[in-house]
């Protein structure tokens, strides 16, 4: 499915597309659909479950297959290889037909039972429903504490606020769905996207449960660079910085230069100064490789933007035979 091809109305009858995306959840997959779909049978429309599959290596394609014999109201994209959580999230709300689009976890640590508060809060009037976490129960201190000093410092550095421990749990109206799908860049940070398009916002308490089965598919290095592509795609204070530090280093430089001429015409050069000369040519060496590196991040992201390739490839999409008009299957054969 390409630009052109995206979805911009919903599907007649189709008011709730509930999209996960998931990475080998093999082992947890049958226990999800059962609750997710018990806990969306009475919203009161119809409804889609869109599983995306992020290209598993496990036995989830075939589960998923499974499923959609059984079931009208799943819809199953496959990725061609692994993308990542925000590109699979991406093309779940590009081919999601509800009215209003809910991006939940495969791995049960996001309630499905919650949903239909969410979808009531759609209905009066939220265009977006955050789900805020009361507790990170279960993870590391250093998880915990770095995901902190994360918001607390993207806060101060973007323009848009991001709010802290609410993750990719949501609910989104059509215009919101809309509004994002229309976003081309691939440094797809979706908790600053999210908060980026603005519209009637509301917010849920929710208790994070546990992971159901499996393990989280976030090493702390995955994490450390998806804090460095959020930083970069919402704020450019970090090149302000780079400037800044350079301005002032190289007045301290030309400072010390002069008090070291003075010194010198006023007392005469003993053999001294070598630990000074050491110490400033260090420090300045080290500042502008920082000043580099961090247009350095900048630079990268612009060329891989400036490749324009597509964001993700589409293996297979079968929508749920419950609301596949022609038009849906002809976009997912051409996709
Ligand atoms: N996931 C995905 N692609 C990936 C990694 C994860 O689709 O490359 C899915 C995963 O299957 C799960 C969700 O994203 O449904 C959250 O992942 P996980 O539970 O590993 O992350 P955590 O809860 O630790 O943040
Ligand atoms: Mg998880």
């Not at 589960?63 to 799943?74: E, G, H, K, P, T």
């Not at 976890?105 to 265009?127: F, N």
């Not at 630990?275 to 490789?289: A, C, D, S």
Request: hydrophobic share 45%; net charge neutral.
């Amino acid at each position: 499915m390409n630009t052109a091809e995206m979805r911009t109305i919903a599907e007649p009858g189709c008011t709730l597309s509930v999209v996960v995306p998931m990475l080998n959840e093999e082992a947890g997959l049958v226990t999800l659909h059962q609750r997710l779909s018990a806990a969306i049978a009475d919203i009161g429309g119809g409804y889609e479950i869109l599983y995306v599959d992020d290209g598993s290596t496990d036995s989830t394609p075939e589960v998923l297959a499974q499923l959609q014999a059984q079931s009208r109201n799943i819809s199953v994209l496959r990725f061609s290889r692994n993308f990542g959580k925000e590109l699979a999230i991406t093309a779940g709300l590009r081919h999601a037909c509800g009215e209003a689009v809910v991006v939940i976890d495969a791995d049960l640590q996001h309630p499905p039972e919650i949903i239909p508060d969410m979808v009531a809060a759609w209905r009066k009037g939220a265009d977006v429903v955050n789900m805020r976490r009361r507790s990170r129960a279960g993870e590391s201190w250093l998880k915990r504490t770095a995901a902190h000093l994360f918001y607390r410092s993207i806060n101060k550095l973007s323009d848009t606020p991001i709010p802290e421990n609410v993750g990719d749990f949501r609910l989104l109206s059509r215009r919101a769905v809309n509004a994002l799908n229309q976003m081309p860049e691939r440094n797809r940070f979706m908790k600053g996207l999210f908060s980026w398009i603005g519209f009637r916002q509301a917010t849920i308490d929710f208790d994070a449960g546990l992971r159901a089965t499996g393990r989280s598919k976030w090493p702390f290095g995955q994490l450390w660079a998806l804090a460095i592509e959020g930083v970069t795609a919402f704020s450019i204070a970090p090149l302000k910085l780079a400037s800044k530090v350079g301005l002032v280093s190289a007045l301290l430089a030309f400072a010390a230069g002069l008090y070291f001429l003075v010194r010198t015409m006023l007392f005469g050069d003993p053999v001294q100064g070598f630990p000074t000369l050491i110490v400033i040519v260090l420090m300045l060496g080290g500042l502008q490789l920082m000043a580099i590196g961090i247009v350095g991040e900048y630079l990268g992201r612009l060329f891989l933007e400036s490749k324009q390739r597509p964001l993700y490839l589409v293996e297979s999409y079968l929508p749920a035979s419950e609301f596949d008009a022609p038009a849906r299957v002809e976009a997912a054969r051409s996709a």
